[in-house]
């Protein structure tokens, strides 16, 4: 019996009961169509944080102050280098005390009213940080130039601007030169940063940046000020990718202890480098996609046992025409084929049917949902062929069933 | 052995259930069918020629015994090689019709060709042809597209006939073919299987009224499991045991 009979019998058969057919499918469709969206979702969460971590710039090592460790206590707020966790000289002392470092940079985020000229905008990202920033955070300047280390130390008020703020603020009109008003503070914008774009969820073109000091003095409330002292969060160390990654994170953590004066055993910060952000949300990530390899593996699983139970249906209901064909000589097998071939029809036309709905719904979910989705090819082709197994095991027990009944008694069957 | 011999069983027993329930449906039969006979086999019902017609169709196996049909031993062959024999050896034609629903009259009289596994059933235009010709045949030619349930008893009978002789059958087995229809459609169904007969083909058919198997040439009486007499129209009805017509086919 030619395979394109047998498609054609098995069409037939499926089309006879066309409701029937598609609620069973149901079960395959919303597994397939799960599958494809929850990956989408998880390869778009990925690429997110991907491009966060390669946004912040190569070879970077973090450091951060550990505040689980309860540094505050000790040496009292604003008391300079204490153990109070990590203070803005450290950045400082790491740039010139750790061979392989090549760039030191320390970042304040604040948000302030801008106005310049007519244009008044609320809440704008300032962010105070370093000269070293540009080549640390892959940062092009447009015109002008970047603060130095000079105005750095003597909290000159200027400022840098991202490329969609200096357009807001002036539209066509060249910033550089200009003055606007922060808060209450007057800063002179030396320089425009070249487009950047969205990195993860944070628009780079749309901050003001200017000299951490200045932050520290003008745009930190003063009640934080007091207890904060020049406490930072967070050291980006660029490193030369030649000295061993290793090297300098022990250099780093001995040189922070000595000045800290608190033990390797105990210290008041941490050391991870951008591979461990990875591995974690590596880790992360594999746990999310073991949870909805399940959710996937239950539906398509359900959906197998629509198949087969609507099949053992078909077979009952169509014992007739099982003796009729194979009175006039279909063997076993031909009966065999006719009723995987639909078991299979059903769970692939389910299975495209929730390609489409999955693709669909990853790119709904993307529009409305404001979710970032990924379609991932390898996810389509996953999901298709579960959907081909799932049909062929769930199939095989009553397309069985039939190719073994009696021809004498599927004929007498009314 | 002879050509024309269509089929020879020898010592034919088909036996039903277990120790005490135990039915022997047949209880050695022994027969012989040459080519080109047009026979009837009649008897009360459970006489056993229903399960002799299943047996000579090769929709079942004897539990013991041998036959031989068209010179094959088929008596101790597997499910798929009896299907083989259905397809190319045999036409089977029901009291009840057994079409397809919902199919039309020439798909149904191509089923067979479906599963056709020497390759001689061509492809679709001539399988087509051969499905038109048939039809022809049996006076259908204009009813071709017609479903089942668009067709009355006599023609849906005339459909299940056209597809008995798609595949050049070396015999026809016909059970009850008149059982379901009226008298005049039942005329007309027999002048149809008579023709077939008078242009060579080989006829088995069971019958239970006499006027059908007047059109026999011979008759063959059951009851029991045993043939109780087979006897050429006409002739004054024979009183042989089995035991004497096995020792005559011999």
């Known amino acids: 019996m030619r395979a394109n009979k047998v498609i054609q019998i098995a069409w037939k058969g499926l089309s006879k009961n066309k409701m029937r057919s598609l609620l069973t499918m149901l079960g395959v469709i919303i597994g397939v169509a799960a599958v494809i969206i929850m990956i989408a979702v998880s390869a778009g969460t990925e690429k997110t944080i991907e491009e966060q971590i390669t946004g912040l710039g190569s070879n970077l090592v973090f450091v951060q102050a550990n505040f689980s460790r309860g540094g505050f206590g000790r040496g009292g707020p ?60 892959d940062m092009n300047i447009e015109t002008g130039r970047y603060f130095t280390q000079q105005e750095l130390d003597r909290t000159q008020k200027v400022a840098v601007l991202g490329s969609s703020l200096a357009e807001e603020l002036f539209g066509d009109a060249p910033p550089v030169g200009q003055t606007v008003m922060v808060g209450n503070t007057k800063l002179t914008v030396v320089g425009v940063f070249a487009e950047k774009g969205l990195v993860g969820d944070v628009d780079f073109d749309m901050r003001l940046y200017t000299p951490i000091t200045v932050v520290f ?170 959907a081909a197994a799932v049909g062929i095991f769930f199939g095989f027990y009553p397309a069985n069933l039939a190719a073994q009944l009696d021809p004498i008694e599927a004929l007498r069957h009314e | 052995m002879s050509e024309k011999i269509i089929i020879q069983i020898k010592d034919l027993t088909k036996i039903y ?42 929709l079942d196996r004897p539990t013991d015994g041998s036959y031989i049909l068209a010179g094959e031993d088929v008596s101790s062959l597997n499910k ?13 034609v029901f009291q009840s019709y057994n079409l397809l629903a919902n199919t039309s009259a020439l798909e149904n009289v191509m089923l067979p060709l479906l599963y056709n596994r020497n390759g001689s059933a061509g492809n ?35 459909v299940a006939i056209a597809r008995a002789l798609i595949n050049d059958p070396v015999i026809i087995l016909a059970d009850e073919p008149t059982g379901n229809l009226d008298s005049g459609s039942g005329e ?19 019958t239970h009224e006499d006027e059908i198997a007047a059109y026999a040439q011979r008759v ?22 089995n035991e004497e017509v096995s020792l005559a086919s011999e």
């Not at chain 1, 204490?82 to 304040?108: C, K, P």
């Not at chain 1, 996609?289 to 139970?309: D, F």
């Open chain 2, 188 to 206: 007309e169904i027999m002048r149809l299987l008579v023709e077939l007969h008078s242009n060579g083909s080989t006829i088995v058919m069971v």
């Open chain 1, 78 to 137: 604003g008391s300079g280098e204490s153990e109070g966790g990590l203070v803005y000289s450290d950045a400082d002392a790491i740039a010139e005390g750790v061979a392989g470092v090549t760039g030191v940079v320390v970042e304040q985020p604040s948000s302030e009213m801008i106005k310049a000229g007519e244009v008044t905008l609320e809440a704008v990202d300032i962010l105070g940080t370093t000269p070293d920033f540009p080549s640390v955070r």
């Open chain 2, 17 to 58: 259930g277990m120790g005490d329930a135990q039915v022997r449906a047949l209880d050695g039969v022994s027969l012989t069918i040459e080519e080109n006979e047009l026979v009837a086999v009649m008897g009360p019902s459970g006489s056993g020629k229903s399960t002799l017609m299943n047996i000579l169709g090769c």
């Open chain 1, 217 to 386: 003095q003008k745009f930190t409330p003063s009640q934080f000020a007091r207890f904060m002292g020049d406490r930072v969060r967070l050291i980006y160390v660029e490193v030369d990718g030649e000295t061993p990654i290793e090297e300098i994170i022990l250099q780093i953590e001995l040189l922070l202890a000595r000045r800290h004066d608190v033990s390797l055993e105990e210290p008041d910060f941490l050391v991870t480098t951008q591979q461990d952000i990875i591995d974690t949300q590596a880790a992360t990530t594999e746990a999310f996609r073991n949870l909805l390899a399940w959710v996937a593996a239950v539906s398509l699983l359900v959906g197998g046992i629509g198949i087969m139970n609507i099949m053992m249906v078909s077979v009952t209901e169509r014992t007739r025409e099982i003796g009729i064909r194979q009175s006039v000589g279909a063997s076993p097998n031909d009966i065999r084929w006719q009723f995987l071939t639909e078991a299979l029809m059903l769970s692939l036309l389910g299975g495209f049917i929730g390609i489409a709905v999955g693709i669909g719904g990853a790119y709904l979910f993307g529009e409305l949902g404001g979710m970032r989705t990924v379609v991932v090819p390898e996810s389509i082709l996953l999901a298709f062929s579960s």
């Open chain 2, 80 to 92: 798929t090689e009896l299907a083989i024999i259905r397809n190319q050896r045999i036409g089977f």
């Open chain 2, 220 to 241: 063959i009486r059951f009851r029991d499991g045993r043939i109780e007499t087979d006897q050429m129209n006409g002739e004054k009805t024979s009183l042989l045991s």
């Open chain 2, 124 to 158: 679709n235009e001539e399988q087509k042809q051969k499905g038109l010709a048939v039809l022809e045949a049996v006076g259908l030619s204009d009813r071709i597209k017609h479903k089942p349930q668009e067709l009355s008893g006599g023609q849906m009978q005339r």
